[in-house]
């Protein structure tokens, strides 16, 4: 019952922006922590950013500074802004649902019960 779907990828250059949206139903949104993971091909996924409900935010070292979690309780829909972009940020950007209330603090382990199918992101040179 627990729905996530992607919006906002796409294809840009080097040094542009996109906008990712992930749209939630089926549960109780406001009190779970949310996150953001990627997967580049031959990759595992990884752990981009997690918000609380209360929008205290972790990030990926490789993201820090570019990009920007963040989530609308009352439109129950979850946001990463992603700034100067690189090649290396090519790949299949997930939505998750993890811990009731509580973020894992650690942006690597992370426990998810529920996953979006996926947008994908593409960096050209």
């Known amino acids: 019952q627990v729905q996530l779907v992607e919006s906002g990828g796409g294809s840009v250059q080097a040094g542009g922006s996109l906008r990712l949206s992930c749209a939630a139903s089926g549960y109780t949104y406001a009190y779970y922590c949310m996150a953001w993971f990627r997967q580049a091909p031959g990759k595992e996924h990884e752990g981009v950013a997690n918000i609380d409900p209360y929008s205290s935010a972790n990030y990926a070292d490789s993201v820090k500074g570019r990009f920007t979690i963040s989530r609308d309780n009352a439109k129950n829909t979850l946001y990463l802004q992603m700034n100067g972009l690189k090649p290396e940020d090519t790949a299949m950007y997930y939505c998750?649902?993890?811990?009731?209330?509580?973020?894992?603090?650690?942006?690597?382990?992370?426990?998810?019960?529920?996953w979006g199918q996926g947008t994908q992101v593409t960096v050209s040179s």
């Open positions: 998750a649902r993890t811990r009731y209330y509580n973020c894992d603090s650690d942006i690597h382990h992370q426990s998810v019960d529920a």
